[in-house]
């Protein structure tokens, strides 16, 4: 699917509002692919009143949503292996609450949980503003919002 930034802002607030905890949602792309507008516009979505900037440097953080839920935005970027992430407190997530956001999964190697969604995000040659989407389900997570109608095309 082909989405313009600003679908791409609506798709991930509509998420952030309709899915159920716990869920994990793999962001994948290369950079400035839009992991992270994705992933401010889920937390929006799910209540996060506050700034989310990106955790390139902090690796993690957490923020309180509505409805008790909590939104745990990690960036894999700056892990060398799949065994450091141990260290970020990995073993606990998805806590019963937790919509977790994993920018870089990839890094996490076989760690990812069995079940979430992989989202895959780049930007086609020559077009900055729009955003190609590519969704896969791995295993059974919960439903995830539908794309939103694009003026973008497909």
């Not at 994990?24 to 989310?52: F, H």
């Not at 990995?90 to 920018?103: I, K, N, R, S």
């Amino acid at each position: 699917m082909r989405l313009s930034e600003e679908d791409l802002r609506r798709w991930g607030h509509r998420i952030g509002e309709m899915l159920t905890p716990p869920a994990v949602l793999a962001l994948s792309g290369p950079l400035g692919a839009g992991k992270s507008v994705l992933a401010r516009a889920i937390g929006a979505g799910a209540g996060v009143r506050e700034a989310m900037p990106s955790p390139t440097y902090t690796l993690v953080q957490r923020y309180g949503a509505s409805s008790g839920r909590e939104v745990v935005h990690l960036d894999l970027y700056r892990i060398d292996a799949p065994d450091e992430i141990w260290e970020l407190g990995w073993a606990q997530l998805p806590g019963e609450c937790d919509l977790v956001l994993v920018e870089w999964p990839e890094r996490a190697g076989e760690l990812l949980p069995h079940d979430h969604w992989r989202i895959e995000l780049a930007t086609p040659l020559g077009q900055p503003r729009l955003r190609d989407v590519k969704v896969v389900r791995v295993g059974t997570p919960h439903e995830l919002a539908p794309f939103p109608m694009s003026s973008a095309g497909a």
